[in-house]
């Protein structure tokens, strides 16, 4: 069933006000009144304003056309389709309409039959500019995000770790990272398959989540290997060390049952004039060393940047 869509009816005169209001709802629209051009400003600007707009050409307050300019002016991912009435036999005033930023004009007074079809006009282009605007939205989302686990992909990641870098060294804060690792992920997959293998990895997603404050940047860099961007904390703070215990007691549910699975972490802290791949670098050979002495464990970096 369609979403019942609002209209807003700006008209001074309240029968004509009226009337429409009784046309609209039996063509299954919600209307939304106005009795002149500054209160339908004030329920334009509403969060959830009317996404449909039938507005009079003359009206206390704002006309018409002064309505249409200030609507336009603002910014919004489906902007308004506006049908403004104007007076019948003023080719002049119909240019001035559309000229002001009206999507279509009808003469008053109004044939309904022309009105239907003109309204349902302009409901198509709203449900397509919704459709574009999701679409977009949902490509811009997938440009960022890895498609497996949610989070951010590698490049998204290492973009959002410049940024954090370049903060830290502006406001003189800690930064740390971690380089995180599945032990023994190809055994998983080898044993109990590659889809197995994926549910592990959104089942350690999922569990590095709990512990990771609202404004740290967990990101996939590639194959089973994560980055932890942990702003204003240090490696001292014990936050690796929490991440780790959690995902050892953390069982993982896959097809077969549930398994346990462990994750070896390099950690290091950029200190005021460290670069991306510095950091990075340093985070990497932590992680080697963890891998080398056994796994399951966390190495902070020797020489930490």
């Known amino acids: 069933m369609a979403e ?12 004509i006000r009226e009337m429409l209001s009784a046309i609209v709802r039996k063509w299954d629209y919600q209307p939304v009144t106005a009795p002149d ?5 004030e329920i334009m600007l509403e969060a959830d304003a009317p996404q449909l707009a039938i507005i009079d050409w003359e009206m206390p307050g704002l006309s018409g056309t002064e309505l249409c300019r200030v609507l336009r ?49 302009g409901r198509q282009i709203v449900d397509l500019q919704k459709e574009l605007l999701q679409a977009r939205n949902e490509l ?21 770790l410049a940024r954090e870098i370049a903060r830290s060294k502006r406001e003189k804060r800690p930064l740390s990272i971690g380089m995180l ?26 569990t590095l ?31 690796y060390q929490r991440l780790r215990t959690l995902v050892e007691s953390t069982k993982i549910a896959i097809r077969s049952g549930k398994i346990s699975v462990t994750i070896s972490i ?33 190495t902070v970096a020797k020489n930490n940047l």
């Open 4 to 15: 019942t869509m609002r209209v807003l009816i700006a008209e001074h005169d309240v029968t």
């Open 37 to 41: 051009g500054s209160a339908a400003l």
């Open 73 to 121: 002016k603002r910014e919004t991912p489906v902007p308004p389709y506006i049908l403004i009435f104007a007076p019948r036999n003023a080719r002049e005033n119909v240019v001035k309409g559309l000229e002001s930023g009206a999507n279509d004009y009808l003469p008053k007074p109004y044939d309904s039959a022309e009105l239907r079809a003109r309204l349902q006009v």
């Open 140 to 160: 811009e989302h997938e440009a960022v995000h890895d498609s497996l686990t949610g989070i951010l992909n590698r490049k998204a990641t290492l973009a959002a």
């Open 181 to 206: 690792d599945i032990d023994h992920f190809k055994n998983i997959n080898d044993t109990y398959g590659h889809q197995a293998g994926d549910q592990v990895l959104r089942g350690v997603v999922g």
């Open 209 to 239: 989540s709990k512990t990771l404050r609202e404004y740290d940047i967990l990101g996939r860099m590639g194959g089973e290997d994560f980055l932890v961007i942990a702003p204003g904390t240090g490696t001292a703070t014990g936050l």
């Open 266 to 298: 390099g950690a290091a802290d950029a200190v005021v004039g460290a670069e991306t791949d510095s950091v990075l670098a340093a985070a990497d050979a932590a992680l080697s060393v963890a891998k080398r002495t056994g796994r399951n464990c966390v």
